[in-house]
């Protein structure tokens, strides 16, 4: 059964800090890995998809790794500012349906 | 585009009423997943349509909860009789093509039982 952890629960930092959000998974076999950003008391956003053949995937300030064989996955904020303030979610696709399975997510407070 | 549209975006009702949430995936997209997200539970998946058919009902809670998708543009998720623990907020997502494709998640629906 699939399982997905993400650390830390909750960040905070000030302005301006690179910050790393960590994300797990138990069962390497793995289509892809998703990061989703979702504000409070909104639907989520989806921030970037790495597929199981791919080593990371950027967008703007934002980078993801993965790393299959040790069931990781890494998102990468550079220069972060107060709007990236926010809960951030790692999924991965499960079984013959492509379900996702979540982590808890980890909220970041950015600081100004 | 305009995105997954869900509707209503919140819903406040009497434990015993019946509550329909609607779905609208995005147009061309072939398969729908609905979940829930609680803060004890965080996301789960509720049921899966693909091609408009049920694939995987694993998720829903007990026989109160009900899922239909008649066409390819539109799907609801029944709860009768409602209870205070489905208080939550129900996402719809769609998705084209197979596993390896990426999934985009509506609004929401925040359901409040009283």
């Known amino acids: 059964k699939q399982e997905v952890t993400q650390i830390p629960a909750a960040l905070s930092v000030p302005e301006g800090e690179n910050l790393v959000l960590n994300c797990s998974f138990t069962?390497?076999?793995?289509?892809?890995l998703q990061w989703f950003r979702q504000d409070p008391g909104k639907g989520l956003t989806s921030l970037l998809l790495?597929?199981?053949?791919?080593r990371e995937q950027t967008s703007g300030r934002l980078n993801a790794s993965l790393d299959k064989s040790s069931g990781r996955s890494t998102l990468y904020i550079a220069a972060s500012q107060p709007g990236d303030s926010a809960t951030y979610l790692c999924?991965?696709?499960?079984?013959?349906?492509?379900?996702?399975?979540f982590g808890q997510g980890t909220t970041l407070q950015v600081k100004p | 585009d305009a995105g997954v549209i869900q509707s209503p975006r919140h819903e406040v009702t009497e434990m015993g009423q019946e509550v329909t949430l609607r779905c609208k995936p995005i147009?061309?997209?072939?398969?729908l997943f609905w979940y829930r997200q609680t803060m004890m539970r965080g996301l789960e998946l509720l049921i899966y349509?693909?091609?408009?058919?049920?694939?995987?009902d694993s998720g829903m809670p007990e026989d109160r909860f009900s899922a239909k998708m008649p066409n390819a543009s539109f799907s609801t998720l029944k709860i009768q009789p409602s209870e205070p623990r489905d208080s939550a907020v129900y996402f719809c997502?769609?998705?084209?093509?197979?596993?390896?494709?990426?999934?985009?998640f509506g609004p929401g629906t925040r359901l409040t039982v009283t």
């Open positions: 069962d390497s076999a793995i289509y892809n």
């Open positions: 997502a769609s998705r084209t093509g197979g596993l390896s494709y990426e999934q985009y």
């Open positions: 790495i597929q199981s053949s791919q």
């Open positions: 349509f693909n091609n408009n058919v049920p694939i995987d």
């Open positions: 999924a991965v696709p499960s079984g013959n349906t492509g379900k996702l399975i």
């Open positions: 147009s061309g997209h072939n398969s």
